[in-house]
């Protein structure tokens, strides 16, 4: 105002206008312009809105400080706060109402003169109006005034105001006001209190004091240097902003003594804070000379009388335009919106966005939460163009029980989809490492079983130099090639690989006829190729060719396979060298690199890498010398470890090499699930010991918990426990003994009862039956049920060869040792329970314990009580 920086201040009623307060009174209609022009003399405050000016009050000098009338009706009344302390009612256009017409120019004077430093409507009584003045040693500083009081001494008389130039009009000034408070004291901010019509809340000199106008003579204050600008939420009526140079003080009116909350200080000196009217608990604070609106959000800040915890906030900066700001205003209706004014009177209007809180649920929904819009993103199920996500994929897999089919090992790929063809590969592998361990293992225990699982590497290496090559006929053609050998290990590496079944028979033939029976024609040509029956692999070309859903251009193939010639410059060889490569099927193209290779050299065939891993290193094992194989196979070792591909097992096995090949795959694909059930296939202790295998293991865990698969994480714990024995956790939760503290289970399973059996009792049938109503340990008998009032006891206490760890124990339904109506059961709050069947059955119809006198809602204490386990829910 004169001599100060602007303001600004929204009309309460009016959503579309403000008013802009310097030396004059300026009046701004706020509009869209999003589907029109920007009208002519228009300000542009944002893209989506301008103002218009409507009017221009310049008849009150000296302003210091504006309030704006809170009702309706006049629409454009505003007090003006001058400089001798006089507060004016003026107007922003022309009123027509007779009632209200006569308070316009109307003039509220103090005893004596000194500046007007804020002014304050009473929300209730719409017609007090509190003036805060500076200190004079003997006047009050509050002056509360009834803007309808006619009331003026005789000693005052009447004087003529001059509203405009060349227009007088008298008008009654009122020198008594309706309440005087603070005397002898300065008053730099006021509020009213929104509880209460009678409360003021007033920023004096040295203290904020809360002032009830039905007992003047008392006060309740507090002293503190923060007492200017004074605002009151509009959310929470007992919570107060004030500051003081740079630092806000948050109180908490139930608590007076002190500020509940100081926010950070700033370097610069404020000029202004106000609380949102839209948004529970943010704050906004401007300080001298910036372009930077702090927002403190303490929408959890209210904490109950007594808690002396600092309450936290979120603090954040906006800054709505590059100038310095010199005030701002919350709309009153508008979410988050404002308008900022600069010292030069340009205008921003400016929308502060909330941050956007994300969410993921456990089965790949996102919600996302901005203002008080809650959106949701879910995954379309008809959408089959995108490939699913991992953590949607494992899901679906451990509904079809993935990876728990320990018999038949190979079936889990069957069980994850079938879509997969690295985890066909992983799993054929383990299957074949699982048969032929154990085969391994009844011929000669001891032997080489543990070495299967340690893969192909390791089985080339314990047979390096004991391998010699030697001449061999082709079926169907007059040629001889040179083949190694196949000792044990070469044996067992294509057995791994599936070419051949287990025992001393080397023939391929019943692989054969599975490629054939599952349309793998291709492969079961090259595979007949690769071991010299170039006549059974054009007969399986030409019933490819033949078959309803076989290619017939394999006829084609079959016959350029049947011009085979052995004559290295002969134009066949020379047109299946360059032409090979424009064949699609991959097989189809090694066996024309392998016929047209010099002996010795087949890397047309070796690093084709769309060609099966397998099949790669069962052609290797039939023709390469042992250096040769053996440096092939490391090299191949080190390209799947890189990639990441699951066919690399077959070369790794369930060594430390395969937990880095693992690793790189679940850092490619994040499936914790193959992982974990991948190394509990047959891993040793060593392996299984690592933190990359428990991490994943243990992460596995915590997804089927987060997706309330509890059936499927213990199906999970007891498939882990018995492939290894290590893992077999220890008891967590036990019944103690209220008075020995000791564990009632364990001291039965290993204390032996010291005295008569139990049919001396008699008790007939077996011990498993029998209950025990005492502690083992001391003899005391154990709490009674709520309900029942028999004292405590489970079959699970004395259960005879509990120490027996090594025995499998059958937990199915006939075999339980004991039933869960049978558990202990208690509420941590009250400490109240007893047997697990006559608690459930109690609070389905009750909310409140069973005890009498005891008030305590055990049931709703449960946050996951009410929880049920998704495994039957389809995503």
Known sequence: MSGTKPDILWAPHQVDRFVVCDSELSLYHVESTVNSELKAGSLRLSEDSAATLLSINSDTPYMKCVAWYLNYDPECLLAVGQANGRVVLTSLGQDHNSKFKDLIGKEFVPKHARQCNTLAWNPLDSNWLAAGLDKHRADFSVLIWDICSKYTPDIVPMEKVRLSAGETETTLLVTKPLYELGQNDACLSLCWLPRDQKLLLAGMHRNLAIFDLRNTSQKMFVNTKAVQGVTVDPYFHDRVASFYEGQVAIWDLRKFEKPVLTLTEQPKPLTKVAWCPTRTGLLATLTRDSNIIRLYDMQHTPTPIGDETEPTIIERSVQPCDNYIASFAWHPTSQNRMIVLTPNRTMSDFTVFERISLAWSPITSLMWACGRHLYECAEEENDNSLEKDIATKMRLRALSRYGLDTEQVWRN??????????????????????????????????????????????????????????????????????????????????????????????????????????????????????????RRAIQILNEGASSEKGDLNLNVVAMALSGYTDEKNSLWREMCSTLRLQLNNPYLCVMFAFLTSETGSYDGVLYENKVAVRDRVAFACKFLSDSQLNRYIEKLTNEMKEAGNLEGILLTGLTKDGVDLMESYVDRTGDVQTASYCMLQGSPLDVLKDERVQYWIENYRNLLDAWRFWHKRAEFDIHRSKLDPSSKPLAQVFVSCNFCGKSISYSCSTVPHQGRGFSQYG??????????????????????????????????????????????????????????????????????????????????DHAECPVSACTCKCMQLDTTGNLVPAETVQP
């Not at 008998?781 to 206490?797: D, E, H, K, Q």
């Not at 120490?803 to 039933?819: F, P, R, T």
Request: net charge positive; proline share 4%; with cysteine.
């Open 413 to 534: 790929h069957i069980l994850a989809g079938n879509e997969d063809p690295q985890l066909k590969s992983l799993w054929y592998t383990l299957h074949f490492m699982k048969q032929y361990t154990e085969d391994m293992d009844q011929k000669s225990p001891g032997n080489k079983g543990s070495l299967v699982y340690a893969g192909i590497k390791s089985i080339v290496k314990s047979s390096l130099g004991m391998v010699e090559s030697s001449r061999h006929n082709w079926s169907g053609l007059d040629k001889q090639s040179d083949i190694q050998n196949l000792n044990e290990e070469r044996i067992l590496a294509l057995q791994l690989c599936g070419w051949i079944k287990k025992g001393t028979d080397v023939d391929v033939g019943p692989f054969l006829n599975s490629l054939v029976q599952e349309g793998e024609w291709e492969r079961a040509a090259a595979v007949a190729l690769f071991n010299l029956d170039i």
């Open 763 to 844: 008790v007939s049938g077996s011990p498993t039956k029998s209950k025990v109503t005492s502690c083992p340990g001391c003899r005391k008998p154990l709490p009674r049920c709520a309900l029942c009032l028999i004292n405590m006891g489970t079959p699970v206490s004395s259960c005879p060869g509990g120490s027996k760890s090594d025995e499998k124990v059958d937990l199915s339904k006939d075999k339980k040792l004991a039933q869960f109506n049978n558990w202990f059961t208690w509420c941590h709050n009250c400490r109240h329970g007893g047997h697990a069947g006559h608690m459930l059955s109690w609070f389905r």
